[in-house]
């Protein structure tokens, strides 16, 4: 899909959002947590609600794209610029056109270079969907693999857990076997 079809067929965020959702979940929404399709219609804030396990979720729970503060229209534009260009990238045209800093701009285009294909061949023209179907793909777990800071931060907080839980004194947390910066941010939050 071209940059002009992208500004054409998605002028809203609404739009790009029911695309997503029309990619990840068909006809039936579901919830991205327990995959029960007992769900809310979709808030102000295009988040629901499962009746099930009474969590709330966007369309981009678990996926790619979780987290993200950038809206689904710019991410679509830069699926599209980055699929459309042959030859070097320019991250200067992308912040331009998007609207974002340049350190944005760098980032999104990283994130979107991990999930191009490796071994994988894809025609020229279905690079486009085919970034838009592997960002919106749930990843597996909830917890993103692909934030590992994330993951250390756990790690940490279940090595806390056990060492409370074995008996061993709160002194015993600091000692040879974990970072103390990485206590203080799990404790900060």
């Known amino acids: 899909m071209s940059i002009e079809e992208i500004k054409n067929k998605f002028p809203g965020d609404v739009e790009a959002l029911t695309y997503f959702e029309m990619l990840r979940w068909g006809n039936k929404n579901k919830c991205a947590y327990c995959q029960s399709e007992k769900i809310s219609a979709r808030q102000i804030d295009n988040r629901y609600h499962c009746s099930s396990c009474r969590r709330t979720f966007s369309v981009t ?23 459309a260009s042959t030859g070097r990238f320019s991250i200067k045209q992308l912040q331009r056109d998007i609207r974002v800093s340049y350190t944005t701009a760098w980032q999104m285009y990283q994130d979107i270079k991990k999930l191009l294909p490796n071994n994988e061949r894809v025609l020229a023209n279905d690079v486009f969907e085919y970034l838009c179907k592997k960002a919106i793909l749930p990843e597996g777990d909830i917890v993103a693999e692909n934030k590992p800071e994330l993951k ?17 004194s709160h002194n015993a947390v600091y000692g040879s076997q974990m970072n103390k910066v990485m206590v203080k941010q799990i404790t900060k939050g």
């Open 61 to 83: 729970a678990g996926t790619f794209l979780h987290g993200s503060k950038i809206p689904l229209k710019s991410w679509l534009y830069a699926f599209a610029a980055v699929s």
């Open 152 to 168: 250390s931060k756990l790690l940490v907080a279940l090595m806390i857990i056990s060492l409370f839980l074995a008996g061993n």
